[in-house]
């Protein structure tokens, strides 16, 4: 549990530092003269910055999750109940930033940058950008 818990916290803590960078570096970036962003009225942007802050958030949580275990006092009652709890805790929240919130975030940047002429690339991307929940999903409920 321990070997597991530190693994997890190593991804959870890079997932929010790209998550963090990205939270700064918006699509379509800044105007230099006010230093508002280009997009900002578009709908996409927002659901962008929002799963940009769920993903973080998530993360962040993560990591407090698998810190908790770490620095746990390891007695037998621990094993039976609380560790087990935090570590499904901390699981829950890794695949919520990763597989939900970041693909989310990702395939509304496209609807940012894209422009309504090729409407189609943006669509197929966020297709695409499902199939990894998607995967998860049936390879944790179905026995292969």
Known sequence: MKNTASQCMVVATLITNIVFAAAFTLPGGY?????????????????????????????????????SILTSRYAERDFLESLPKKLMFGLA???????VTMMV??????????????????????????????????LQFVSI
């Open 31 to 67: 105007n230099q003269n006010t230093g508002i962003p280009f997009f900002r009225k578009e709908p996409s942007l927002i659901i962008f910055v929002i799963s940009d802050a769920v993903s973080l958030i998530s993360s962040s949580t993560s990591i407090l999750m698998f810190l």
């Open 93 to 99: 929240t890794l695949f919520l930033s990763i597989n």
């Open 105 to 138: 975030a990702f395939s509304a940047s496209f609807f940012v940058l894209y422009d309504k002429k090729v409407e189609w690339v943006p669509i197929t991307i966020t297709s695409l950008a499902g199939m990894p929940v998607i995967l998860f999903a049936i």
